[in-house]
């Protein structure tokens, strides 16, 4: 059974900078793309970045481009979100999904599976 474990998050001041990690228990055979989300108090789940898990190919949320960095290490079964010049609005829950199929990168729904959640908080 495949399961995502997150780890990484934590209290930054702004402009600073913290790693997410998902580690992906049972093998990422089954992986066909990896993204991460994050949630704000009394906000919708929204995309932060994906990657195709092969190809590597990478899509992010405007405003975390330039920013943030999403990765992943096959030999350690991880998938990652570098996250660098943090700000405030920054602040939430992130969690990291994967996906068995299709190249729905933008929409939770389209996840199968789903980390316990991480949280961010970014102080002013």
């Known amino acids: 059974q495949v399961q995502l474990i997150e780890s990484g998050g934590g209290l930054v001041q702004a402009g600073g900078s913290l790693r997410l990690s998902c580690a992906v228990s049972?093998?990422?055979?089954?992986?066909?793309?990896m993204g991460w989300f994050r949630q704000a108090p009394g906000k919708e789940r929204e995309f932060v970045a994906a990657?195709?898990?092969?190809?590597?190919?990478?899509y992010y949320e405007d405003s975390v481009k330039g920013r943030f960095t999403i990765s992943k290490d096959n030999a350690k079964n991880t998938g990652s979100l570098e996250m660098n010049s943090l700000r405030p609005e920054d602040t939430a829950v992130y969690y990291c999904?994967?996906?068995?199929?299709?190249?729905?990168?933008?929409?939770?729904?389209?996840?199968?599976?789903w980390g316990q959640g991480t949280q961010v908080t970014v102080s002013s």
């Open positions: 049972g093998g990422t055979f089954m992986i066909h793309r």
């Open positions: 999904a994967a996906a068995w199929s299709g190249d729905s990168y933008y929409d939770f729904n389209r996840y199968d599976l």
């Open positions: 990657m195709r898990w092969v190809s590597g190919n990478k």
